[in-house]
């Protein structure tokens, strides 16, 4: 069942909507201009409007524009796409499986698009493949991932919630467990260190080829879940309120499970294993505006965007010049919001 609010402590839409929108773009620009390099913020804005128009710079200052242009702003967009499809894919994902407590790693992907990952980083699979060669291996081993989930949970009688969330959850710890071994197995040393790096999230291989994919594997599917809101409204009641009100519960689940799977693994591919995101923000958007997929879909993206581009920014500053994975700067913040989120007065997880 899906958690519940009280109508009384609904935001209107059009004004939060507004609100993140402008949030997003200032914590776009912070993102780019905080570091520990020392570019001043009217460097930034001038470097970033070259980008954008092909304007001129001069020679001694073709580094700092590189760090701008070509480092920080590529990771601060890939930052908020990243965030944006693991809140949109938690809220399908609990849908899906009428569980709370359920989020984009609950199926497996993420488990089985690190084995490819750490094949590449670790023993230097798929090298011809040059810059794709990691994202190309965590994506094509997360639809494998999603293949064998599907197989392993679907009987004659569909696909269930109930084996969905347990297929998904003991192939996520064989793929760990494989995962564990392949680091165990290989040479110590930085591309050890590289592994535990995406194993736990990270922004750090963000480029200007990485952003495009996962924008448009983030947009495809928040057109699709949008277009599909009532479907998800019906889907979180149980199958014979759907089956009664003309959903087929079955052939809904079924696309829903590849997109959230496709989407989880084009995500999951650029960025490492960041948790609690997908988990956090879809309660926190519902707390702000209801449990009507309509509107969470509208808010929960850019909260997570918002989410994600400042932890990304913790991230890079709390331990310069060293930087932390990000996964550990969500769990962090994570753990105690979704407390205060559960003691919250009138708001109800799974109806308990």
Known sequence: MQPTT?????????????GLGLALLVSLLCCVALGSSGIGWGDVLRYLRAGLTGGEISADET????????????????AAVVGAGLSAVGVA????????????????ISSGAAVGANA?????????????????????????????VYAAARTRHGLTPLRLVLTGTAMYYGFSAITALMVFGADRGEAARSAMMWLLGSLGGASWQSVPLAAAAVAAGLGYLFRS?????????????SSALGVDPERRRRVLFVVVAAVTGAVVAVSGAIGFVGL???HAARMLVGADHRRVLAVAPLMGAVLLVWVDVISRLLLAPVEL?????????GVPCFVVLMRRRGYVFGGA
Do not use: H
């Open 325 to 333: 994975p990000v996964g550990v700067i969500t769990s962090v913040i």
């Open 280 to 282: 956090m923000v879809p």
């Open 6 to 18: 009280a109508p009384s402590r609904r935001l209107p839409l059009p004004p939060l909507v507004t």
């Open 120 to 148: 590449v980083l670790l023993f230097g699979a798929l090298g011809s493949l040059g810059v794709w060669a990691l994202s190309g291996a965590a994506f094509a081993s997360a639809l494998a991932a999603m293949v064998l």
């Open 93 to 108: 994902t609990q849908a899906l499986v009428r569980n709370a407590l359920a989020d984009p790693f609950v199926l497996g």
């Open 63 to 78: 580094s700092a524009y590189t760090i701008v242009w070509e480092l920080r702003f590529p990771r601060a967009l890939l």
């Open 229 to 241: 809101a009532r479907g998800l409204n019906v889907l979180a009641m149980g199958d014979e309120t």
